[in-house]
């Protein structure tokens, strides 16, 4: 059974007059560190590329009105054991500091995302990430407290920060022709990751018709037996933002001449807080062999650097065969978070295969 609700605390779906609630919460709450990132969804909270449902949990106050926190869980096709299926994700999870330290009222949206969100017939589990740096969190969620769900650890995801920059590469970019062969190259390379995407060709298709993916954005290597690598600039700043909401004391202070060496350097600036970070994901990758995936990433920094994006973003399991390859791209910074499957004690998650190397599209966690 779940915990009941913090009593002064109401819990519903969201409508889509909840969009500003949404909005303001994901502005208001940042990450922690000397660079302070909030995560937007403007203009549509409800847009999200890759999912087939999509819902938002919010918690108001009833004392004050105050917006407690929200949740969102979606849900995606992706690859488990080889085996495409549906796969919950269990994301946007905010809560406001001044509730952060209440158990109770993260009881209550666990059980409200529970019973609201999860339909008759869908995976009991859902797969989220927390950073590895937010220690406070992994100690509340992996404690497995009575009227909380359990969070299993399943390894660890990097991210890498790589500068935009120009050159000449093997790779070219794809036409609306090669689509068919991209489809088939993601499929069979994916399917060896787990919680990669499925992208097949209607999946690929319904990103070039929401306008966030066009056929020459991905870029290819072709050999006499066809396309054997690819990867895309995925360019999500029209539905999802990453702004930067302030810096430490310290980092604040040293910004303007961090800025004037980086000018230098021919290295992106440090934005003024308030502002997007002008960033796009590699995505959509895919290779028979991963020592194409060098090239790839080069042609992906290429191709942000022709479109004024100072920095693409490549995600994959932190022991991947292609996670040494990102290590050597200069310059470059890692970031690591944890996967969990998050599921209540009563069901049970799927045994993985230890042999398959974490691989979720970091555009869409």
Request: charged fraction near 20%.
């Amino acid at each position: 059974m779940s915990a009941p609700p913090h009593s002064d605390v109401e819990y519903r779906v969201a409508t889509r007059a909840d969009e500003p609630r949404i909005h303001a919460l994901l502005a208001k709450i940042s990450t922690e560190g000397h660079v302070r990132l909030s995560f937007r969804r403007e203009p549509d909270a409800f847009a999200h590329p890759g999912s087939s449902a999509q819902g938002w949990i919010v918690a108001r106050d009833t004392r004050t009105g105050s917006d407690v926190g929200l949740c969102e869980r979606v849900m995606r096709r992706a690859f488990v054991n080889g085996v495409a299926q549906d796969l919950p994700y269990l994301g946007g999870l905010r809560v406001a500091p001044e509730y952060r330290h209440r158990l109770r009222v993260l009881r209550g949206g666990f059980a409200a995302v529970r019973d609201r969100l999860v339909r008759p017939g869908e995976p009991p589990i859902a797969l989220t990430s927390i950073m590895s740096d937010n220690a406070v969190a992994q100690r509340l969620l992996g404690a497995n407290l009575r009227g909380m769900p359990r969070y299993e650890p399943l390894g660890e995801f990097s991210t890498f920060a790589l500068f935009a920059r120009p050159g000449e590469t093997a790779a070219e970019a794809a036409t609306a022709a090669d689509l068919p062969a991209i489809a088939a190259l993601l499929l069979r390379s994916q399917a060896r990751q787990q919680f990669a995407s499925v992208w097949d060709l209607a999946a690929i298709e319904s990103c070039i018709a929401a306008g966030t993916l066009r056929a020459e954005d991905i870029r290819v290597i072709r050999r006499a037996a066809g396309i054997v690598a690819c990867a895309a600039l995925w360019d999500l700043s029209p539905q999802r933002q990453i702004v930067i909401a302030g810096y430490s004391r310290s980092l604040g202070m040293a910004r303007p001449v961090v800025n004037a060496v980086a000018r230098l350097a021919g290295r992106p600036a440090l934005p003024a807080p308030g502002t997007p970070l002008r960033a796009a994901f590699v995505s959509h990758v895919a290779a028979d062999d991963w020592r194409d995936f060098g090239e790839l990433v080069n042609a992906v920094r290429a191709a942000a650097h022709a479109r004024g994006i100072g920095v693409v973003l490549a995600g994959c399991g932190s022991n991947a065969p292609h996670a040494a390859l990102l290590r050597a791209s200069a310059p470059r910074r890692e970031y690591r978070s944890k996967l969990y499957f998050v599921r209540w004690p009563e069901d049970a998650a799927p045994r993985l295969d230890p042999a398959l190397p974490l691989g979720p599209e970091l555009a869409l966690l």
